[in-house]
């Protein structure tokens, strides 16, 4: 018999495979990677996005669950204002004035059940796109901020146009300076002026000579987007008086107005189409007015000073996509799939003109095997477009989109898990499984051949689990911050998210979050993860509204009489993986497990050991987060949450006694709510010459 060590002093994430490899565990749950070591900390919780200790879960107690946020930002993330639906109302955080304040943009909104996609927010330019499917889309601006009681200008606007403009009321034109206006008609009449006035010259004594006028208005939205054209005008018609060869006419125009998002209107004419001026009937501009409010407009504009010719009908049509469900910012246009009744359509707009379609401007994907459009992200210089079981990827330019197929087998319908890590890939959650888009050929970075694979195989049984029937609801983002992808979904029994996987970049590896509520998602210009809570206020003084994940050992806060105190901390598990010592033929005899960690004060730290994949273990004798072989270090505080000791904390080893019995294989247990590191560990045993015995015969 010898004495043999195997040491392990970087800890790897979760492997559920079996064998598994040397730096890996079976389970690691709720733990978060220590900055300083690489070790394995238990330094996270959750805690109250608005901190004031007097404001209690305001302004958010009555909510219930939350099912979207979104930060929209402006001047490059400096200015953020929180987006939030719950309960079939938008909402914005007001905190401009000091006080955190609730303000309902919108209410009677359709409310998604568990296996609908929530509100979808998709950032353009200043504007946040708002869509879910059923509701009338919107553009959030967030400006001006409401710093007062009083009623302000809305914070959004509609998306779109929803019909063409109705077409102008024309007065028509007495042609000459004795006649009176009766309500349908009017004298504006002005002598011969270069470049001004409608009507054919008449010589003195000629032949009196005919004119015949039509127009059409566009809307202009805010973003620059020019509407449909309206239909042409009733024509207008006079006769030029040869008693009156100077005189000169302007024809009056009531110009209709439109909704909250216009803001201005623009003007075209024809040049005069009687016989006598040879029936040309194309639309010219003639002029803008810079508002939505004036309705009478007066045009004066001789033929020969017309503008460009009016943009045909196929330049801008009423907006196409009512329903839908995603969409993204790809080239300056936004793209936006049809909804659920024409879900393989993906429609565009004009470059930098949100409201502005094109007749002929959109894609219909490939064939329904893969299903309808769930997902639209941007990827350097490459759309990707997500379906149910297909990836197509979009590249080009406006009006000039080609579309190629990438996967007919990988898809996705959690949609909001999709996201972007900086020099890895696209990572999201299918039903399957964790996958990784990387490349995608010219223009993307690196340049290289676009490759999906899956990464989440070391996870398979937690991933097994997924309640298929609701994983649009899954939702996950990325901290640069901590250098972590969080993705929250429900496993089978459960409808709403109720576990949670991290895929920690320096450490490539996964672990498990646990009791964290997490409903809907995002992250702030600081990398800070807030989440909407997933079941809310459902009685007074219970947790509701926004929380930010972070290094507070809390599960969150309750309400105690007047006073918001701190939950338990979360019971944070490492089981290590089997370990056979290479030979799992041989029995062994464990006779220690040494833990490599940070101090961390009088706190205990147990350790349970098993052998051959045994479901009860054995309870070593707890010890302490001292130096064994130094004075303890001073502790000021025994809190459970926070450090209990101000002293530096220091690597040290602690030595657990294992009297075990023969074994073919050992793993051990910490199972903790305190302030714990570890960062690896070394085991101690012998190994002896009894073999495992003949197998059973059947």
Not at 462 to 476: D, E, G, M, Q, Y
Request: hydrophobic fraction near 35%; aromatic fraction near 12%; proline fraction near 5%.
């Amino acid at each position: 018999m010898k004495n043999r060590v195997i040491s392990i002093r970087s800890l790897g994430g979760i492997n559920q495979l079996l064998p598994q490899p040397e730096m890996s565990a079976s389970d690691i749950r709720n733990w978060t990677v220590d900055e300083d070591t690489g070790g394995w900390s238990t330094r996270f919780g959750y805690e109250r996005y608005n901190p004031v200790p007097t404001n209690g879960f305001n302004p958010f107690q009555t909510l219930l669950r939350i099912d979207s946020v979104y930060i929209h930002s402006r001047r490059n993330r400096a200015m953020e204002t929180v987006l939030l639906s719950s309960q079939g109302i938008l909402y914005y955080i007001n905190d401009v004035t000091g006080t955190m304040t609730l303000t309902s943009l919108q209410s009677g909104r359709n409310v998604p059940t568990n296996n609908e996609l929530p509100t979808q927010y998709v950032p353009y330019g200043k504007f946040t796109i708002i869509i879910n499917g059923q509701d009338e889309p919107l553009k959030f601006d967030g400006w001006p901020i409401d710093r007062s009681s009083f009623a302000n200008t809305p914070l959004f606007t509609p998306l779109g146009f929803e019909q063409r403009p109705e077409a102008p009321s024309v007065w028509q034109v007495e042609p000459n300076e004795s006649a009176a206006q009766d309500g349908e008609s009017v004298s504006i009449w002005f002598q011969r002026t270069a470049g001004r006035g409608l009507g054919l010259p008449v010589a003195s004594g000629a032949t009196n000579k005919e004119n015949r006028f039509k127009f059409k208005v566009s809307f202009i939205s805010e973003t620059g987007s020019e509407s449909p054209l309206s239909v042409a005008s009733e024509t207008v018609s006079w006769t030029s008086d040869k008693n009156y060869p100077d005189l000169r006419y302007a024809v009056a125009i009531e110009i209709p107005t439109g909704g909250d998002n216009v803001v201005a209107r623009n003007i075209y004419r024809t040049k005069n189409f009687s016989s006598d001026a040879g029936n040309d009937q194309t639309f010219y501009y003639v002029d803008t007015i810079p508002n939505n409010v004036d309705e009478l407009y007066y045009d004066s504009l001789a033929s020969g000073a017309l503008g460009s010719v009016a943009p045909d009908d196929l330049k801008s049509v009423v907006f196409p996509a009512r329903g839908a469900t995603v969409g993204v910012d790809f080239q300056g246009c936004l793209f936006l799939n049809g909804g659920s009744t024409d879900a393989h359509t993906l429609y565009f707009s004009n470059p930098l003109k949100p409201d502005q379609f094109g007749a002929f401007d959109f894609i219909t994907v490939g064939n329904s095997e893969g299903g309808g459009i769930t997902a639209l992200h941007t990827y350097y210089s490459t759309l990707l477009v997500f379906r149910e079981r297909a990836i197509d990827v979009v590249v080009g330019t406006y009006p000039d989109f080609q579309l190629t197929q990438v996967s007919r087998n990988v898809g996705t319908v959690a949609t909001n898990t999709i996201t972007t890590i900086p020099e890895v890939g696209v990572l999201f959650l299918a039903d399957d499984g964790v996958y990784l888009f990387s490349g995608g050929g010219a223009g993307v970075y690196g340049g290289a051949v676009a490759q999906i694979q899956k990464i989440s195989n070391n996870i398979h049984k937690t991933i097994k689990s997924i309640n298929k029937a609701v994983l649009s609801r899954a939702v996950a983002a990325y901290t640069p911050k901590l250098r972590e992808w969080h993705c929250y979904f429900a496993q089978e029994g459960n409808e709403k998210p109720n576990i949670g996987i991290v895929y920690h970049l320096d450490k490539q590896g996964w672990s498990l979050r646990d009791n964290t509520p997490v409903s809907a998602l995002t992250v702030d210009r600081a990398g800070n993860l807030i989440f909407g809570h997933n079941t809310g206020a459902v009685s007074a003084g219970d947790p509701a509204g926004l929380f930010v994940l972070s290094h507070r050992r809390t599960k969150g806060q309750s309400k105690v009489g007047d006073n918001i105190v701190d939950n338990d901390a979360f019971t944070s598990t490492y089981f290590s993986r089997w370990h056979d010592f290479g030979n799992p033929s041989k029995k062994k005899k464990v006779h220690h497990v040494v833990l490599y960690c940070l101090t961390a004060g009088d706190t205990a730290l147990p350790l349970t050991h098993y052998i051959d994949f045994a479901y009860t273990g054995i309870v070593a004798t707890s010890m302490k987060q001292q130096r064994p072989d130094h004075i303890d270090q001073f502790v000021y505080d025994k809190a459970v949450l926070d450090r209990d000791t101000w002293e530096d904390q220091f690597l040290t080893q602690i030595r657990y006694s294992v009297a075990s019995n023969a074994c073919s294989t050992f793993a051990f247990e910490i199972q903790t709510q305190n302030d714990t590191t570890i960062i690896g560990y070394d085991i101690h045993y012998t190994e002896i010459d009894t073999k495992i015995i003949g197998g059973k015969p059947a």
